[in-house]
């Protein structure tokens, strides 16, 4: 199979609420099997999570709670992308990636750091009015 050619796609949309944290994970748990190894679906779910709580803390902080954000995902036999959408004013992810002064302590800021050290690639583009957060990790196939 091509890499390229995906296993599985899906795309679903959620409230803008950190309630909504707890739904996004158990709509993710039904991804962990096979092509996708059980250590990436870990890891996966923890930057999908920081994701969601980002959008929703920080894209979304003045939009009403039915503002959607859309969760779409991409498997491949090698591959994993999340796509994180908003409607928020956006920010700069490079920045945040590279600032090499986040407190290990805080209780916030972390979020992009975990997400950037879990994944193989990770990029934020505007596309109609929307914010894209894509979260790529790649693997061997099998568990």
């Known amino acids: 199979m091509n ?3 995906p ?4 795309s679903i949309q959620f409230n803008t609420d950190l309630n909504s944290v707890a739904d996004v994970l ?4 039904q991804f962990d099997q096979v092509p996708l190894p059980h250590t990436v679906w870990l890891e996966c779910q923890i930057a999908l999570a920081e994701g969601f709580t980002n959008a929703v803390r920080h894209a979304h902080a003045s939009k009403a709670p039915e503002t959607p954000i859309e969760v779409e995902i991409f498997i491949t036999d090698q591959s994993i992308e999340l796509k994180i959408w908003d409607s928020g004013s956006g920010f700069n992810i490079a920045e945040s990636l ?3 002064h986040m407190d290990q302590t805080a209780e ?3 979020g992009i750091k975990i997400i950037g050290k879990i994944a193989d690639q990770v990029s934020y583009t505007r596309i109609n ?3 894209c957060l894509i979260i790529t990790k ?4 099998g568990k």
């Open 26 to 29: 158990d709509w993710f748990k």
């Open 129 to 131: 009015q929307r914010n």
């Open 3 to 5: 890499s390229t050619t």
């Open 7 to 10: 296993v599985y796609q899906e």
């Open 108 to 110: 916030h800021g972390r």
């Open 138 to 141: 790649h693997y061997t196939s």
């Open 98 to 100: 590279r600032n090499p």
